[in-house]
T-cell receptor
Framework: GQQLNQSPQSMFIQEGEDVSMNCTSS?????WLWYKQDPGEGPVLLIA?????ELTSNGRLTAQFGITRKDSFLNISASIPSDVGIYFC?????????????FGAGTILRVKS | DAGITQSPRHKVTETGTPVTLRCHQT?????MYWYRQDPGHGLRLIHY???????DKGEVSDGYSVSRSKTEDFLLTLESATSSQTSVYFC?????????????FGQGTRLTVV
């Protein structure tokens, strides 16, 4: 099936630092979504992207739909402790129908002690 | 928060027993999904529904069946649970239209098969 490669797998953040993560695929996607999951909870939608090249912000979060339609990135600026959690990218492959999403394996954000 | 309720939230069951997980939504959304989450795999689609009595298989459907007799309820059944089905199960919903891929998730059901 379709696969999304999400990187990094995990990272440590220090308060105030900027954070970047990305997702790549070998095939074209129509839609890119970014979710965050807190422990014991379901994923929560952060940003949705629908057009190649689209750059969208949600507070300190910025995400872009890659121009090739095969990648997306998420940036978090000036990180704070509550940013820790698991971040998932998700996309709808071009040839899929029925609104099925493919998810990356996730990026775990932890606090540097 | 999207009005999605999953039940039960936690379940321990024995190998070979049938198990049914329930997802109930109050949003009247057309599409409903069942995913499983396992370390290193992200979320993988088991089955989904695009309307009452209209369902289709996802990436990891073997060993699972679903039913949707009402817009608001989507049931996931493990006919004969196996240890490989120990996982966290999430229900999600989305609405028809431009944002129809914007899935909103329930809080999950942690299933342990012993």
């Amino acid at each position: 099936g379709q696969q999304l490669n999400q990187s990094p797998q995990s990272m440590f953040i220090q308060e105030g630092e900027d954070v970047s993560m990305n997702c790549t695929s070998s095939s074209i996607f129509n839609t890119w979504l970014w979710y965050k999951q807190d422990p014991g909870e379901g994923p929560v939608l952060l940003i949705a992207l629908y057009k190649a090249g689209e750059l969208t912000s949600n507070g300190r979060l910025t995400a872009q739909f890659g121009i090739t339609r095969k990648d997306s990135f998420l940036n978090i600026s000036a990180s704070i402790p509550s940013d820790v959690g698991i971040y998932f990218c998700a996309g709808q492959p071009k040839m899929e129908y029925g609104n099925k999403l493919v998810f990356g394996a996730g990026t775990i954000l932890r606090v540097k002690s | 928060d999207a009005g999605i309720t999953q039940s039960p939230r936690h379940k321990v069951t024995e190998t070979g027993t049938p198990v049914t997980l329930r997802c109930h939504q109050t949003e009247n959304h057309r599409y409903m999904y069942w995913y499983r989450q396992d370390p290193g795999h992200g979320l993988r689609l088991i089955h989904y529904s695009y309307g009452v009595k209209d369902t289709d298989k996802g990436e990891v459907s073997d060993g699972y069946s679903v039913s949707r007799s009402k817009t608001e309820d989507f049931l996931l059944t493990l006919e004969s649970a196996t240890s490989s089905q120990t996982s966290v199960y999430f229900c999600a919903i989305s609405e028809a239209g431009r944002g129809d891929t914007e899935a909103f998730f329930g809080q999950g059901t942690r299933l342990t098969v012993v």
